[in-house]
């Protein structure tokens, strides 16, 4: 099993920066595999969506609305992922997770949820205009 552990949520008036990061424990098998994690949000009322994803290749994947403000981007030594969040608005408040799932999905696929096996408990983000 893995576990993910989400951090640095906060609040932030608009135009400002935040970083996300997910921590996976569990068993370095689950690493050494073609792989890939998400970051997802939820705001209150709507539906979960995808952020940003990165594989096993890194090749990385963004919702339309965040291209070009998130950077998603792994340490695969030390088993984190991040999400540096620039230029942030107040639709970006929501809570945001972070998701593991195992195989070659890849990353545009991963961002729609599809494999996403394990979740993170989440981070909330507020934004302020």
């Known amino acids: 099993q893995v576990q993910l552990v989400e951090s640095g949520g906060g609040s932030v008036q608009a135009g400002g920066s935040l970083r996300l990061s997910c921590a996976a424990f569990?068993?370095?098998?689950?690493?050494?595999?073609?792989?890939?994690m998400g970051w997802f949000r939820q705001a209150p009322g709507k539906e979960r969506e995808g952020v940003a994803a990165i594989d096993s290749d890194d090749n990385t994947s963004y919702e339309d609305s965040v291209k070009g403000r998130f950077t998603v981007s792994k340490d695969t030594a030390k088993f984190v992922m991040y999400l540096q969040m620039n230029s942030l608005k107040p639709e970006d408040t929501a809570m945001y997770y972070c998701a593991y799932g195992l195989g070659r999905n890849g990353a545009a696929t991963c961002l729609s949820g599809y494999g996403m096996t394990y979740w993170g408990k989440g981070t909330l983000v507020t934004v302020s205009s």
């Open positions: 569990g068993s370095g098998y689950y690493f050494t595999q073609a792989y890939c």
